[in-house]
């Protein structure tokens, strides 16, 4: 099916290896030019090698110059930014409710305001030309109970910025959706670290959690944000989409 996305241009924030990886490369296979930032500068050249990226910015998404920079040279080079993907996250353990402040401010700056303020960046200029698609990348756990206290917070938060954006943006043409994903496997992420640790007890939880009998792979979660990107998903705004293979208990 064609998404009708062909010459968009895409900036994937977090997109060296996983899933933002995998959507870059769904993004490239419809015909868009992506721009990709990570913090690594070599992982992140390599991962544009691979995903035929017209654009590769190293730096923090976290730090306001970094996240400025970004924005600038994508505009620079691509000339407009018609999709905008947020997919910097991570939980740091869980020390449950002792969390200290500095586990919070790492937590809800990655998360939450990683992602608020790459949309304060962009969204002016979807405004402006009236289009225009973001889709932050939450996860199960920003919708239902689990996981680290911090991230099941922030990945919440997420969700309802994501609602608050796509009221105020919709009259402007601008769309902006959540995904959900559930747990996603690739090697080198926190799933391939956790079961080389103990491939016993990872081995228990897929046949607890996973009802598919699996875990998700990030092309499966990209096949969605790309959607959610298109033309196709046109009447789709303030939605957050789980990708879970029936993994999370939410009703909604
Ligand atoms: N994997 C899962 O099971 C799962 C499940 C639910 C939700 N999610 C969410 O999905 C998103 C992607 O996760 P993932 O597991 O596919 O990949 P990941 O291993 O979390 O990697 C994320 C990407 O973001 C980059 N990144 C991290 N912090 C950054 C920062 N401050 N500024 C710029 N780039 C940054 C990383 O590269 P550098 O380290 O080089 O910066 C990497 O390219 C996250 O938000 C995660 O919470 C994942």
């Known amino acids: 099916m064609d998404l009708g996305l062909a010459d968009q241009s895409v900036l994937l924030v977090g997109a060296s290896r996983g899933i933002g990886l995998a959507g870059a490369k769904a993004f490239a296979a419809e015909g868009c030019r992506t721009a990709l930032m990570a913090r690594d ?10 995903a035929g990226a017209a654009l590769a910015v190293a730096g923090d998404a976290t730090r306001e110059e970094d996240a400025a920079r970004a924005v600038r040279e994508t505009l620079e080079r691509l000339g407009r930014i018609d999709v905008l993907v947020n997919l910097v996250g991570g939980s740091r353990g869980d020390p449950g409710i002792a969390a200290p402040d500095s586990d919070w401010d790492a937590v809800l700056a990655s998360n939450l305001r990683a992602a608020v303020r790459m949309t304060r960046l962009v969204e002016p200029g979807m405004r402006e030309r009236g289009s225009g698609a973001i889709i932050n990348v939450s996860s199960i756990f920003g919708r239902e109970w689990g996981g680290a206290v911090s ?3 922030a990945k919440a938060a997420l969700i309802a910025y994501t609602k608050s954006c796509a ?7 601008v769309r902006v959706n959540s995904v959900a994903p559930g747990s996603v496997l690739f090697p080198g992420g926190s799933w391939d670290r956790r079961r080389r640790a ?9 046949k607890r959690e996973l009802p598919l009998g699996r875990f998700g792979r990030p092309e ?12 196709r998903a046109s009447l789709i705004t303030g939605a ?3 990708v879970d293979g029936g993994q999370s208990r939410s009703l909604f």
């Open 220 to 231: 499966e979660v990209a096949a969605a944000i790309v959607f959610l990107a298109s033309p």
């Open 151 to 153: 991230y099941n917070a």
């Open 41 to 50: 500068a070599e992982g992140l050249r390599s991962a544009a090698r691979e």
């Open 167 to 173: 009221r105020d943006l919709a009259p402007a043409g």
């Open 198 to 206: 103990d491939p016993e007890g990872i081995d228990g939880f897929v």
């Open 240 to 242: 957050c989409l789980s």
